[in-house]
């Protein structure tokens, strides 16, 4: 070759265009590897209230520094826990998702700490038509009979809300909350206060309950009085509760049309002023001034 100086160059160039691949390589692959930790994750489906097994299990990588609080790194620690909400596949088992410590399987497993399970027949439609699924939230409406009232007018029947934001925790012998298609059972379990199991008790002794479907995220309370036959009939006849300090007679009379009545006066015609009048001539032009 002519030049050998060229071709010693060309070669240094391809060496060192190598190399630097090599090391930008070896950068995004240090800068790709993220350190990474064990957490234990559900390999399947799981309903609530099952007790957990090893095979319902495995342990999956999860990036270090972000494990959810709670999470395991160990299969075995978790062995006949008892799971309270419902799992699903590779999400991660966590201490809140778990009843405790010695809890059997089954419905008691996912019963609140204070609270109680009670079970109430419904049909087709006091189970609103099926669409109350374990997980939603109810009202309880009893139809009875009010002695009080039949005494006095006659009116005997009506209809109360007694209970409001009650948990459904199974539908007939059912406790999955993934479920969303509606299914006609007989018999709804409720989780109740042991106060509210004593009104539950009573109300379905005294007359014929109807559940009354809520908004999972409504948690207020509505404040009633009960509908009665004459309610129905013909309609809310007693005047609207009056706010407190506030005189009954200056709020019917506040209550009225205010009629102004417009009194329309005569105009009285002014007597007319003295005055003096004088002829003035201008030239040929006459004009008269009066003071």
Request: aromatic content about 2%; glycine content about 6%.
């Amino acid at each position: 070759m002519k030049n050998p100086r060229a071709l010693v160059m060309v070669i240094i160039s391809i060496i060192i265009g190598l190399g630097a691949v090599v090391l930008a390589s070896r950068w995004v692959n240090e800068q790709a590897t993220v350190q990474s930790s064990k957490v234990v994750v559900a390999a399947t489906d799981i309903d609530l209230g099952t007790p957990l097994a090893p095979q319902m299990l495995k342990v999956a990588d999860w990036p270090k520094g972000s494990e959810p609080a709670g999470a395991f790194n160990d299969i075995k620690v978790l062995d006949t826990r008892v799971l309270k909400t419902s799992v699903s596949r590779g999400e991660p088992v966590l201490e809140s998702k778990l009843a405790p410590l010695g809890a059997t399987g089954g419905l008691s497993a996912v019963i609140k700490e204070g609270n109680r399970a009670m079970t109430v027949r419904v049909n087709d439609v006091v189970g609103v038509a099926g669409f109350a699924l374990p997980g939603n939230y109810v009202d309880i409406v009893v139809n009875t009979v009010d002695e009080m009232a039949k005494a006095a007018n006659g009116n005997n029947s009506i209809s109360k809300i007694v209970l409001e934001h009650i948990l459904v925790l199974a539908v007939a012998q059912e406790q999955n909350r993934d479920e969303t298609k509606p299914k006609v059972v007989n018999a709804v379990t409720l989780e109740v206060t042991p106060e509210q199991a004593e009104k539950l008790d009573l109300a379905r002794s005294v007359g014929s309950l109807s559940l009354v479907l809520r908004n999972q995220i409504d948690s207020s309370l509505a404040a009633t009085s009960g509908s009665t036959k004459k309610d129905l009939l013909n309609g809310d006849t007693q005047p609207a509760a009056l706010p407190v300090g506030t005189d009954a007679k200056s709020e019917v009379a506040a209550a009225k049309p205010v009629v102004k009545k417009v009194v329309r006066r005569k105009a009285v015609a002014k007597p007319a002023e003295p005055y003096e009048q004088v002829e003035v001539v201008r030239g040929n032009v006459t004009s008269v001034e009066k003071f």
